[in-house]
């Protein structure tokens, strides 16, 4: 038994991201069940759980990939209004062009693999509206260099570079319109720990430079201990506990957070 | 001018997996006022380390008030908001340990100046104080652009005390930070201690050898249970 925690009373600021009583089944598995979380703004959420544990699903209802069936999601954001899994296909896609990016494990999911970088970054600008090909050049190069990508490599299409400069141009992509909310599902998940390591590295810059929100799903703890302020712990497609980064890893309180955390080297 | 009071805190650890409860301090009660400094006392295992984690919320309490008198007014630690608390650990709450957590790839500077970053200093200001923080606990300037990740124990912890001190807290935890450090680097820390203590900051720590900072020390508080001995479990949530 613990205490119950208060209401935040020092902390005024709304949360930027509130996801509320979202469940989503395919077929007969229940991947989300009545789950709700939020992020405040510059807060790093992460979510932990092992395969199946449903933080991938909920990571793509928060970029309006999956609507669930119940709940609501709301961005405290000017000119963002009203739940947003109501939007209509048009205004969601201008929504997570303008406000969300997001970095997938898989590469091959949020880019072209044989377009240029530069070309992939600016294709997110491009949505958005922009039309200028030198302003698109710039801005894809300031976000490619803010992602520590070389240079000199601009023109490579993704197809020829290695994992972690793949893991790079997909955080440029979602960095050049400066989003509110940044997603990243298992960004550094089969890169080398080296290069992983680096990406890391570049993700917590990015954060304290920019006061970016993010929500990170991973099933490495280590990852997630690195990069979250709060944790949230998701099993079966439901939330067993959510806490301070530390607290969760140094006491975590529930019988699966704690086999979690003791399993891990 | 109180700016902690403890009311019967009491923490305990349910291990699942064991099915068992292992108790670590039972009804503790004290104050601290501004400026001054409590020592914890206590065998290994009285909890001491376990109190000050609790204190600062790594550990939950099963009961109990942690009344701290912050800047916004009192709020009770052992049942604030979690976006609460991390507030205060930006802002008014500092926890030193004996260990660096050092990151891959970000310099002994950048590290330094991580609190006053998040603070909302400027980048220029906070790492011009980062290396004043580093020049005074003895660290070469050398290796102030250096990664600490390969720097050996004693270096590392001189980062550490750096960081950790940086920025002046209203409230400040003590884990053993002498442990591993070297004269003058000890030297560099009471000074630091002092400082902080004469500008109000209030102080709860953990020695083993207290002698370094005994002309600090306002108060004793110990924790050795009125039961017999109990065994070593400082680690015992990992």
Same mark, same amino acid.
């Given at each position: 038994?613990?205490?119950?925690?208060?209401?935040?009373?020092?902390?005024?600021?709304?949360?930027?991201?509130?996801?509320?009583?979202?469940?989503?089944?395919?077929?007969?598995?229940?991947?989300?069940?009545?789950?709700?979380?939020?992020?405040?703004?510059?807060?790093? &959420?992460?979510?932990?759980?092992?395969?199946?544990?449903?933080?991938?699903?909920?990571?793509?209802?928060?970029?309006?990939?999956?609507?669930?069936?119940? =709940?609501?999601?709301?961005?405290?954001?000017?000119?963002?209004?009203?739940?947003?899994?109501?939007?209509?296909?048009?205004?969601?896609?201008?929504?997570?062009?303008?406000?969300? =990016?997001?970095?997938?494990?898989?590469?091959?999911?949020?880019? &072209?693999?044989?377009?240029?970088?530069? =070309?992939?970054?600016?294709?997110?600008?491009?949505?958005? =509206?922009?039309?200028?090909?030198?302003t698109l050049r710039a801005a894809a190069t300031e976000a490619l260099d803010a992602s520590e990508f070389p240079l000199d490599r601009l023109d490579a299409p993704p197809i020829e570079l290695s994992g972690g400069m793949q893991q790079r141009v997909q955080l440029a992509k979602a960095i050049a319109l400066e989003p509110a909310l940044l997603l990243l599902d298992e960004p550094t998940t089969g890169l080398d720990v080296s290069v992983q390591a680096l990406v890391l590295d570049t993700l917590k810059r990015l954060q304290q430079d920019r006061h970016i929100t993010m929500v990170i799903v991973s099933h490495d703890l280590g990852v997630i201990r690195t990069l979250a302020d709060r944790v949230m712990v998701m099993r079966r497609g439901e939330v067993v506990e959510t806490g301070l980064a530390d607290q969760i890893f140094q006491d975590p309180q529930h019988p699966y957070t704690q086999q979690l955390v003791h399993a891990k080297l | 001018?109180?700016?902690?009071?403890?009311?019967?805190?009491?923490?305990?650890?349910?291990?699942?997996?064991?099915?068992?409860?292992?108790?670590?301090?039972?009804?503790?009660?004290?104050?601290?006022?501004?400026?001054?400094?409590?020592?914890?006392?206590?065998?290994?295992?009285?909890?001491?380390?376990?109190?000050?984690?609790?204190?600062?919320?790594?550990?939950?309490?099963?009961?109990?008030?942690?009344?701290?008198?912050?800047?916004?007014?009192l709020i009770d630690l052992a049942r604030a908001a979690d976006v609460d608390v991390a507030h205060l650990r930006r802002t008014e709450i500092g926890f030193v340990t004996q260990f660096l957590?050092? !990151?891959?790839?970000?310099?002994?500077?950048?590290?330094?100046?991580?609190?006053?970053?998040?603070?909302?200093?400027?980048?220029?200001?906070?790492?011009?104080?980062?290396?004043?923080?580093?020049?005074?606990?003895?660290?070469?300037?050398?290796?102030?652009?250096?990664?600490?990740?390969?720097?050996s124990g004693g270096e590392q912890q001189k980062v550490n005390l750096a960081r950790a001190l940086i920025l002046p807290q209203k409230l400040l935890m003590l884990d053993e930070p002498t442990a591993s450090l070297d004269a003058n680097a000890r030297a560099a820390?009471?000074? !630091?201690?002092?400082?902080?203590?004469?500008?109000?900051?209030?102080?709860?720590?953990?020695?083993?050898?207290?002698?370094?900072?005994?002309?600090?020390?306002?108060?004793?508080?110990?924790?050795t249970p009125d039961a017999a001995p109990q065994e070593e479990r400082d680690d015992v949530a990992l």
């Open positions: 038994m613990t205490l119950t925690l208060d209401a935040p009373r020092i902390v005024e600021t709304r949360p930027l991201l509130e996801v509320h009583g979202v469940s989503k089944a395919y077929g007969p598995v229940q991947a989300v069940r009545n789950v709700s979380a939020h992020a405040y703004p510059g807060e790093v &959420l992460g979510i932990v759980g092992e395969s199946g544990s449903g933080k991938s699903t909920l990571l793509r209802m928060m970029n309006l990939e999956e609507i669930p069936e119940d =709940g609501s999601y709301t961005l405290d954001l000017p000119d963002v209004s009203g739940n947003l899994f109501e939007l209509d296909r048009f205004a969601r896609r201008m929504l997570c062009a303008t406000k969300i =990016g997001i970095v997938y494990q898989n590469p091959h999911l949020g880019l &072209l693999m044989k377009h240029s970088s530069s =070309g992939n970054v600016a294709e997110r600008l491009l949505v958005a =509206g922009e039309r200028s090909f030198a | 001018m109180t700016v902690l009071d403890i009311q019967g805190l009491t923490k305990g650890f349910s291990l699942h997996h064991l099915a068992k409860d292992i108790p670590a301090f039972e009804d503790i009660s004290f104050r601290v006022a501004a400026g001054e400094f409590v020592l914890l006392k206590g065998a290994n295992g009285a909890g001491k380390s376990t109190l000050l984690r609790t204190l600062y919320r790594s550990y939950l309490p099963l009961s109990g008030e942690i009344r701290f008198h912050s800047s916004h007014g957590t050092a !990151r891959p790839r970000v310099s002994a500077e950048a590290i330094v100046a991580e609190p006053l970053r998040l603070a909302g200093w400027e980048p220029e200001a906070a790492l011009d104080a980062a290396r004043k923080a580093l020049a005074t606990f003895g660290v070469k300037p050398d290796l102030w652009a250096a990664y600490p990740t390969t720097f820390l009471v000074a !630091r201690l002092q400082e902080l203590k004469d500008q109000g900051t209030a102080m709860i720590g953990v020695f083993h050898h207290p002698d370094d900072v005994m002309h600090l020390i306002d108060r004793v508080v110990d924790l």
